[in-house]
Structures are given as structure tokens and as C-alpha cells.
């Protein structure tokens, strides 16, 4: 018979294992406290705060607390909603930060490069960074005025230096901030730095790569939004440049509504003469002027066009097709600046489709018989060299109906003579 073994039993003071993977409590103040010591060791010495906050990235949580870091360099403590200090601790501010510091821009720039030497050393903050700028923006209104111009004018150091992007103003497009021209007098002094730290054409790149050129409205109050508020406001700062960057993106917005409304009206296959009183009421609308909007009717009908492959039947098809649409040519070239237009998009047209180099006179003799393009206008264009693509291609295919127009002319003024 087997003698039963018996199991082992474990006997003494059981252990507590420690929770490895038990985050510690978020505790910002405690951060906030252990920055603020050590920026003020520093005794307002740039460098010698950098050198800490770069030594401080190995001991404390930098990813966990990178905004607070944020806070503490441009505010001087924790930023609370509204944008006052969190007074709560016994050093909750240092007086080594943006706000107070002198407002002069060798002061400024000796600010960004503690912020750009730090995103360099610890990339990640770069991304918080951003994130943080549109939560100090939306604060602008609980700082003092002159800590507002401070922070401005470090915003146009940042976005020059690319740690933040320009789109971020964007946040400012606030209705707390916009009613009280805050937002507007900010994003002027932000430009007027950008300006005066790298030039007018830095500045026109950075509303380009923020796509704010065409919102530069948005920012002034409602009861003050035109072009002519925003104008005086622009030239007050020495920002004329920007003025014109602006129309010329309202402008193209004009420009691609109309293509859009024309395409669709097209393509329910109205009669073209039926179309001209609504477009005409939407190119005064959206201030396109008329030589503008026939390089649209060209380019909407064009685009409509199904093209026969063999080149010597395809001038016949073309001008065939353009003729339906003359009535709407015709009623937006009411001046010798729209003709030329006109004939100028034809020409490029034909040199750019290859197929069509051969159509050319024969679509400038329909117009001209249908009355789109008055005669004056193709001696004109066949005297006086132009820029325009194709045009030394198209001078031969023209001779034969020039030199019939110039003999009509000619007999023209020769009967007026004997008169």
C-alpha cells in the first residue's frame, strides 16, 4: 500500500507585490512647483534657464506635462480658463516668462529660442505645442493689453520659425474676441512682426500656407466687416500687401462660383440666350467684370464639348457647336477688352489641343459673322504682339482673312472720302 504524500505548505508572512503598472496621480501643481524652483534659480539668466529645463527633461515627466511647461514660460504659473494664474501653492509663478518680460524684440527673440532649442531636444513637445497655443489664444482676452502685444509678437516669431503654423490664428475667429476688435488688433501685430522680421513676401507665404488670406474679414466685429473697414485697418499697420492678397482670393472665389453656377446651368441644357439675365445679375453680384466672364463661357463650353478624332472634320464640328452659344458670348463682349479675352483664350485653346491647331481662323470667322468679335478688334489682335501661346502659329492661317478685312476697310474709308 501507497504512503500518501503530503502537498507542502507555504508558511511565513505573505508579501505584497508592488502595482508596477499603477499610474502615478496627475499632478500638475507639483510639476508646475518643481519648474517654477528651478527657473527661479536661474535669477532671470536665458541661458541659464534653458540649461535647466533641458537638464530637468531626464528627472521630470515632460510628455505627460508639456503644456503646463507652456504655461509656466509664457504666463509665468498655470493658466487657468478665462486666462488668469492659478495663485494655489506656495511659488505658483516665476518671473522668468513672456509676460514679464520687455517687450522689445531682441528680448522676444531671446524668448523663442528657449522655446525653439527645447521642441528641437524633445521633439514630442512640438505637437503639444500647437495644441497649447490654440488653448492660450482663446485666453487672449483675460491677459493685460501689453502681455497681449508680448504674445503676438512671440506668435510671429513661432510662426516664422515654423513651431507653430499660421492656421492657428484661425482659433482667434471667436465671437468674444471678435466683437471687442481683440482678435483683430492680434492678428495685425502678429503680421506686422512677421513683416518686420522677415519681410512682405514671408508674410504673404504664411497667410498662403495657413489659407487665411480669403478670412481676413472674419476677423473684425460684424458690425464692421467690409472691405473697406479691413482696408483702413490693413493700412494703419502698414499691411497694404495683405489688402491686395486678400481681393485677389476673393476674387478667384468669385471666380470659381461663377464657373460652377454656369457649368450647372449648362449642363441642364438651357438655351444659351435664356442664361445670359442670370448670369449677368451674378457677375454684378460677385463683381466679375465681362472680359472675366467670357474666358469662363469659353472654358464651361469647352469643357462640354465631344470632339470628332479626324483633324479635318473637327473645325467644321467646333464651330458648328459654338455657334448655339454665341448669344451668350456676345452679350458679355460689349467692349474691346472682352473681345480681346475672348479671342485670346481661343488662340490658347487651339495652340494647347493640338487638334484644334487647324481650327483656329475658323472659329475667329464664325464669331466675327455672328458679331462676338468685332473686326476692329481681330486687326487688333493680328497688329499688336501679345504674350499669349500660339500666336506667331496662327498669323499665317489669319493672312488671307486680315488682308480682306484691311482691302473692306480701305474701300471703307475711301467711299468716305469721296463723300
Not at 528657449?114 to 505637437?127: A, C, D, G, H, V
Not at 478670412?215 to 464692421?224: A, K, S, T
Request: proline letters at 3%; a neutral charge; charged letters at 30%.
Amino acid at each position: 500500500m501507497s504512503q500518501k504524500v503530503e502537498k507542502p505548505v507555504l508558511s511565513g508572512q505573505r508579501i505584497k507585490t508592488r502595482k508596477r503598472d499603477e499610474k502615478e496621480k496627475y499632478d500638475p501643481n507639483g510639476f508646475r512647483d518643481a519648474l517654477v524652483a528651478g527657473l527661479e534659480r536661474a535669477g532671470g539668466d536665458l541661458d541659464a534657464a534653458y540649461k535647466f529645463l533641458d537638464a530637468a527633461g531626464s528627472k521630470l515627466d515632460y510628455r505627460r506635462y508639456g503644456e503646463v511647461i507652456f504655461d509656466v514660460l509664457i504666463a509665468g504659473g498655470l493658466l487657468l480658463p478665462g486666462g488668469s494664474v492659478s495663485m494655489d501653492g506656495e511659488t505658483p509663478k516665476t518671473n522668468t516668462c513672456i509676460f514679464n518680460a520687455n517687450e522689445d524684440m531682441d528680448t522676444m527673440r531671446n524668448f523663442e529660442q528657449i522655446f525653439l532649442k527645447l521642441m528641437r531636444r524633445y521633439k514630442y513637445l512640438e505637437k503639444m505645442f500647437e495644441e497649447e497655443m490654440k488653448k492660450v489664444l482663446v485666453y487672449i482676452k483675460g491677459f493685460e493689453p501689453q502681455n497681449r502685444i508680448k504674445l503676438a509678437r512671440m506668435v510671429a516669431l513661432w510662426i516664422g520659425n515654423a513651431c507653430v503654423p499660421p492656421s492657428v490664428l484661425l482659433v482667434l475667429v471667436n465671437e468674444h474676441l471678435v466683437k471687442d476688435n481683440l482678435a483683430l488688433d492680434f492678428v495685425l501685430e502678429v503680421f506686422a512682426t512677421v513683416k518686420q522680421e522677415r519681410g512682405a513676401a514671408s508674410l504673404v507665404t504664411a497667410l498662403k500656407r495657413g489659407q487665411l488670406e480669403g478670412r481676413l474679414l472674419e476677423f473684425l466685429p460684424l458690425n464692421r466687416r467690409g472691405e473697406e473697414a479691413l482696408a483702413s485697418a490693413l493700412a494703419a499697420r502698414g499691411l497694404s500687401e495683405l489688402l491686395k492678397l486678400h481681393r485677389a482670393q476673393a476674387e478667384q472665389e468669385a471666380r470659381r462660383a461663377l464657373t460652377a453656377a454656369l457649368r450647372d446651368e449648362l449642363a441642364d441644357e438651357r438655351a444659351p440666350k435664356d442664361l445670359v439675365p442670370e448670369l449677368r445679375d451674378l457677375a454684378v453680384k460677385l463683381d466679375v467684370p465681362d472680359h472675366e466672364v467670357v474666358a469662363i463661357i469659353w472654358y464651361c463650353v469647352m469643357a462640354r464639348g465631344e470632339w470628332n478624332k479626324k483633324e479635318e472634320l473637327l473645325a467644321e464640328q467646333a464651330a458648328k457647336y459654338l455657334r448655339q452659344y454665341t448669344p451668350l458670348f456676345a452679350a458679355f463682349c460689349q467692349s474691346a477688352k472682352a473681345e480681346i479675352a475672348l479671342l485670346t483664350k481661343v488662340q490658347e485653346y487651339c495652340y494647347e489641343n493640338m487638334s484644334f491647331m487647324k481650327a483656329f481662323s475658323k472659329l475667329v470667322l464664325m464669331l466675327y459673322k455672328t458679331n462676338v468679335l468685332s473686326e476692329e478688334v481681330i486687326l487688333k489682335w493680328y497688329r499688336e504682339p501679345n504674350s499669349s501661346k500660339g500666336k506667331v502659329m496662327f498669323l499665317d492661317q489669319m493672312k488671307k482673312f486680315v488682308e480682306w478685312l484691311q482691302s473692306a476697310e480701305e474701300e471703307s474709308e475711301s467711299g468716305e472720302e469721296e463723300d
